[in-house]
């Protein structure tokens, strides 16, 4: 069954790609959206950061995140980031909606707590450009770092370049961002509130520690992790220190309230490998549509 569970996942990883075209659509409104943001004198710079960037986009659900360094000036919030890339966007995109990130599903937007601007070519449309506000480190020696707002909205020290050299570095197969796009694709197909920066973290911590290079079994022992580990954060291990905490949820009852989500869905992986094991490819199947949906291709011996 090795082989055919194998050649399942592969199947699934095809239909939950992004298509050429709705590559290319985002992609345009990428460049329009950073051209009349860089002419506004708004911001110094603009970095494609997120799945559209590392190749791990869930196709009708991710956005195409942008990472907007903000013209150098004393240190502003949140708030006043958001509302100085709006202003500067306002005139020439005709949908711009504050949203938070780590819970934002697709189609559906949420204003309380906005830690980025979601641009769209219409109100109908599912996806957008996603506009992270960033401010320089304002030190020589950080010059490839930046302060980004976390999923509690706080200004915290990232490294976007520093990520994609990691992927590079250990995914030579491209088995790791697929084993991303499985996880982001149960949180997009359940709506399920977690940041997605959060979740790529943990399949990182999981691929450094522990991979065994079979989807199944990677997908079981990260809900198994965040379980036992009560969803708390991870040390980003692409932060300047190596260290920096990534929160999975703003507040501390968002992340109570979701660990009944991802137990859930650990409890069903979980039966899904002991199905595996007993070579019931029925109730793998059963299982792996629990958790990913209904278009994952039968398992057969």
């Not at 995140?65 to 005709?94: G, H, K």
């Not at 909606?97 to 830690?115: F, I, L, Q, R, S």
């Not at 641009?119 to 109908?124: N, W």
């Not at 020589?140 to 992927?167: G, H, I, M, N, Q």
Request: aromatic share 6%; net charge negative; with cysteine.
């Amino acid at each position: 069954m090795v082989a055919q569970l194998e050649a399942v996942f592969r199947a699934f990883d095809e239909v939950t790609r992004a298509t050429a075209e709705e590559r290319d659509e985002l992609e345009g409104l990428r460049d329009g959206v950073v051209a009349t943001l860089l002419d506004s004198g708004a911001i110094v710079s603009a970095v494609d950061a997120g799945s559209y960037r590392r190749g791990t986009e869930v196709g009708g659900s991710s956005h195409w995140d942008v990472v907007a360094v903000l013209a150098p000036a004393r240190r502003v919030s949140l708030a006043q980031a958001l509302d100085a890339l709006r202003d500067a966007i306002a005139v020439a995109v005709p949908d711009v909606v504050p949203v938070n990130g780590a819970a934002t599903a697709a189609g559906a937007t949420v204003v309380a707590g906005a830690d980025s601007l979601l641009v769209r070519r219409s109100s109908s449309d599912a996806t957008g450009v996603r506009l992270i506000p960033a401010i320089e480190s304002g030190t020589r020696a950080a010059s490839d770092t930046v302060l980004l707002p976390d999923a509690a909205r706080r200004w915290v020290a990232a490294r976007p370049a520093a990520r994609d050299a990691l992927f590079d570095r250990i995914d030579a197969d491209g088995s790791l961002r697929r084993l991303v796009r499985l996880v982001l694709a149960w949180k997009h197909r359940f709506a399920v509130p977690l940041s997605s920066y959060w979740l790529e973290t943990a399949v990182l911590r999981q691929a450094l520690q522990q991979r065994s290079f079979d989807p199944l079994w990677d997908l079981c022992w990260i809900f198994e992790q965040a379980v036992d580990d009560d969803l708390s954060a991870i040390p980003d291990p692409t932060s300047p220190s190596g260290r920096q905490p990534v929160r999975p949820a703003p507040t501390l009852a968002r992340r109570i309230e979701l660990q009944y989500v991802v137990e859930a869905a650990a409890r069903r992986v979980r039966d899904a490998v002991n199905a595996y094991l007993d070579d019931d490819t029925e109730a793998v199947t059963s299982a792996l549509r629990d958790v990913l949906g209904q278009d994952i291709p039968p398992v057969t011996v």
